[in-house]
């Protein structure tokens, strides 16, 4: 085993790379449609008009 492979070892020991493991599951979310955003929207504004009304959330 050479220097670099002794290199990439050490790295590997500190632990993984917090940037590196939280990022895929960020990217693996689908983006919201304007459609959903106009409906989440829409249900918010009629909450604001109907505080009386109980929503399950």
Same mark, same amino acid.
């Given at each position: /085993?050479?220097?670099? $492979?002794? &290199? &990439?070892?050490? $790295? !590997? *020991?500190?632990?993984?790379? !917090? *940037?590196?493991?939280?990022?895929? %599951? $960020?990217?693996?979310?689908? &983006? $919201?449609?304007?459609?959903?955003?106009? &409906? %989440? /929207? *829409?249900?918010? *504004?009629?909450? %604001? !008009?109907?505080?009386? %009304?109980?929503?399950?959330?």
């Amino acid at each position: /085993m050479g220097k670099p $492979e002794k &290199a &990439a070892v050490r $790295e !590997l *020991a500190k632990g993984p790379d !917090l *940037a590196l493991v939280n990022k895929p %599951r $960020e990217e693996a979310k689908p &983006a $919201e449609t304007e459609q959903q955003k106009k &409906a %989440r /929207m *829409a249900v918010k *504004a009629y909450r %604001r !008009l109907h505080p009386s %009304r109980i929503w399950p959330d």
